[in-house]
């Protein structure tokens, strides 16, 4: 006698935004009623401060069972997302890296073309230049025939199935950061000011035990740090 299997197959995420929103709908009344109490509140005494923290302590609560519920419907859609990502980047970054090296050649061949073209360009000039100065030498006027162009390499190549046109881009590797222009320091660091990435830095500092610093208010700041006695 075969044995029956009894393993549950993991139940299909819910994708229904109808659903989400129904469900959600009566957590996010009572959010709302806690932010009218929040809005209202006044803290004068220890036993409102008390009642303050009771609230907060519900509220967190209720933060608790709202990413609960958020995670019962985005986790199994993240781990489907997850799985099909990661079948399918090998293969995009395998092929990204052979697209990479294709273009390389490709890019090596038009440069390679075109120092011909200055090179042959160069050789012709001087050829004049020689005869010119053989010709002024003997008395008689320069060539004022033109010197001869070398045509350009073709920046579009369009086959049958394809098209590939070349693109000349200026780009820049940065060398010594300490040695750019002052001007670009400053736009670097209101950029990263604006990112909040210097924010992040200097609160390292201040994290590690720096209380002063030139251009940088430190100080000290109350803030509340709330646990859950009951249980959720």
Known sequence: MTKKNTTKE???PITDITKIEAEMKPIEAEVLSFKDAADKLVIKTDEDYAKASDILDIVKGKIKNGEKMRKFFVDPLNAQVKSINALFKPQTEYAEG????IKGKMAKYYD???KARFAEEERLRKIREAADAKRIAAGKEVIAEPIREV???AK???TGNSKAQVRKVWTCEIEHIDQLPEEVKKAI???AYKKGIIKSVVQNFVDAGVREMTGVRIFEETRIASGNVRQW
């Open 98 to 101: 052979i697209e990479r090296v």
């Open 151 to 153: 045509a350009e390499p």
């Open 10 to 12: 993991p139940a299909a």
């Open 112 to 114: 390679d073309k075109e």
């Open 156 to 158: 579009t190549v369009v």
């Open 189 to 191: 660091m209101a950029e």
